[in-house]
């Protein structure tokens, strides 16, 4: 990546002038927040749709199902019924892992009657897991090009998928990945574009210099709390970044550089988030290990990692003589692929909530808690000679008592995803700066 490409502030701009300009821009990007409300009404049901059709038999038509609610602004969201009024100093987050779509998916996806895509049903099965959260992330790895739509290698899905992804609850994507350029400038553009007229907020690649100038800092409000949020890629498959567009690359300084601009908007808390590592590993590597140690190093409270393709350990960290904790996860696996080797059949949602407190002195603080993580399976299942994909959540699956039923082989699959995962996840747990629970 050119070296102007990693545009910096102006060095005789005053904290005060960057603050008021990222105000404009947290107030912009405040407008487009989605809030999580109910839905399905029936989630049970919905989650066994599909799954055990006899061949030739067809779901029915989603188009026919409600539509989830409306986005609103974060700062608008209103209380749920089931709580008090005046909501505490928290934000809880949901963040999954990788949204691909391969050739297959795309095949399951298409409606011949109309020429179109439904992604919906894919996602539906997974609207559980996000219906109790304020924020819900995934990385989009695919690019919306409006035409040409292909699989590995170069990516470039329908606008739909993005639809299917938000009515399942997420409403935040990150878009830095080695997938970003596979489409060109043009569809690097055509992506944020479309994003930005569906309400969806995004962060990592940027349609100009200037909006990554004005939106460097993604800044997030709710409840009392400002979080900063940082995306990077390790790279882009060797593609150049072509002249006038920014994806944001893991570069040392740079990221040092935003971490700092950061804190001098008295954010309470900076989330990092980093496409990079081998794929195909169960453990971190060390650039993996370097990177995390300098982003915690200059002020990152959470580093989430994603590109593995396999799920990794996550850590709570906390420091001797530092009351508030870090929390770092290296890889979140897959959240939807066609992939299906041993560990890419699937990947993790980790939660984890934000609160705000006061520290022994008094003065305000941010505690991480909550943490813990759900898996999440790929199944397909084949009918009218095509393959249907879904995102189960694996507990609900091997929880008897749910009344929820999969074929004996795919079960299995989904048992043995689940026992691999869990045993990749304990690899720190006997350490004391780990802490591991699932839900």
Not at 19 to 38: D, Y
Not at 66 to 71: A, E, G, Q, T
């Amino acid at each position: 990546m050119r070296r102007s490409q990693h545009r910096q502030y102006a060095p005789d701009r005053s904290a005060t002038e960057e603050r008021n300009r990222i105000h404009m821009v947290k107030e912009t990007l405040g407008k487009n927040m989605m809030s999580i409300g109910p839905i399905m009404n029936a989630w049970a049901a919905t989650l066994a749709i599909a799954l055990l059709l006899p061949a030739g038999a067809s779901a029915e038509d989603p188009a026919s199902q409600p539509r989830p609610p409306l986005p609103q602004a974060a700062s608008a969201v209103p209380a749920s019924p089931a709580q008090p009024a005046t909501s505490p100093q928290e934000i809880k987050f949901a963040v999954a892992g990788d949204v691909m779509a391969h050739g297959w998916q795309l095949d399951g996806a298409h409606d011949e009657k109309c020429d179109c895509y439904d992604f919906k049903p894919v996602f539906a099965t997974a609207a559980p897991l996000f219906k109790d959260v304020d924020v819900a992330i995934a990385n989009l790895e695919t690019t919306l090009p409006g035409k040409n739509y292909s699989g590995y290698p170069a990516f470039g899905s329908p606008d739909s998928l993005v639809d299917a992804v938000t009515s399942a609850g997420i409403n935040l994507l990150t878009t830095a990945n080695n997938h970003c350029l596979d489409k060109g400038k043009d569809g690097l553009i055509r992506t944020l574009r479309v994003l930005d007229e569906k309400g969806i907020p995004h962060l990592g690649t940027y349609a100009s210099a200037k909006d990554q100038e004005n939106q460097r800092i993604f800044l997030l409000s709710r409840n009392g709390i400002t979080v900063a949020m940082l995306d990077y890629t390790y790279g882009t498959n060797g593609i150049p970044t072509p002249d006038g567009v920014v994806v944001n690359r893991i570069d040392k300084s740079q990221i040092s550089i935003d971490i700092a601009r950061a804190r001098e908007l008295h954010v309470d808390a900076v989330i990092v988030l980093f496409h990079f590592g081998k794929e195909y590993l169960n453990k971190p590597d060390a650039y993996q290990r370097d990177i995390v140690a300098h982003a915690l190093a200059s002020g990152a409270d959470i580093v989430l990692g994603g590109h593995p393709h396999h799920v990794q350990p996550y850590e709570l960290l906390r420091y001797p003589g530092q009351e508030k904790p870090r929390l770092v996860a290296y890889s979140l696996g897959n959240f939807v692929s066609a992939q299906r080797d041993r560990y890419t059949d699937g990947g993790m949602v980790l939660y984890f909530t934000l609160v705000k407190k006061q520290d022994a002195a008094g003065k305000p603080a941010i505690d991480i808690t909550d943490v813990h993580h759900k898996l999440v399976w790929i199944y397909i299942s084949h009918e009218n000679n095509r393959r249907n994909f879904h995102i189960l959540p694996v507990d609900s699956y091997l929880d008897p008592a749910s009344g929820l039923r999969l074929p004996a082989d795919a079960l299995a699959r989904m048992k043995s995803f689940h026992d691999d995962v869990e045993e990749v996840l304990s690899y720190n747990a006997s350490t004391a700066k780990t802490v591991m629970t699932q839900r």
